[in-house]
């Protein structure tokens, strides 16, 4: 038979095994939880990435631009004539107002009564567009590329390095949500993919402001 200190050196034996298996699962947790969050982290960092290489290598500026654009005027619409404000009503008036504050295009209102909201957005893309051209036709194509490549550029990298804070921000307190009845992985994924989906729309919105604002200084040649 065995005697008590046999006993209980198997029981603390058993009680170490069992410490050590939960120290080893829950360690297995945490990198298959960190494993995750950097997966949505890579996600990102490859789209990111992979447009700054394209911006770099000079594909499609003109095309980029055109589509930011596009987006933010049909946005600009849909903002005053499709989902005004609460206690405002859709009003031309005032997308012309904004529309003008933004791109310094005047645009005939009679000439928008009666059309759809996709209808007036394509009609003020088709101004900013010629607009576009013109000032293409002034700068020149290759100051024109220039200038796209720098604000495009810029634009990625600040926000990049912005939205790069603000995850490790959103991952160092995620796991606080469990407490929430909350799954922290999916919040983090969730959230983290709204947050990279502001910071596009935050470049948009940077790179279409300033397109028509900044000027490149023309390099005095040397004597």
Known sequence: MEDGQEIRSKMVSRMIGRVQRKMEEHNFEIRKNLLEYDEVMDRQRKVVYSNRQEILDGMNLRKRI?????????????QHLVHPAEGEDPSIPELLAAYRN???????KAA?????????????FGKVR??????EGSMGEEQ???LENFLLLSSFDTKWKDHL???????SGIGLRAYAQEDPKNAYRMEGSAMFQQMIGAIQDE????IF???????????
Do not use: N
């Open 66 to 78: 055109f589509e930011y654009l596009e987006d933010v005027v049909h946005s600009m619409v849909d």
């Open 102 to 108: 933004r791109f310094t295009i005047e645009a005939d």
């Open 112 to 124: 928008l009564e009666g059309l759809t909201p996709r209808e007036v957005g394509d009609a003020l």
């Open 130 to 135: 010629e607009e576009y051209d013109r000032r």
């Open 144 to 146: 024109m590329r220039r």
């Open 165 to 171: 804070y603000a995850m490790d921000s959103l991952r």
């Open 207 to 210: 790179v279409t402001d300033l």
């Open 213 to 223: 604002k900044v000027r490149i200084a023309e390099e005095e040649e040397e004597d």
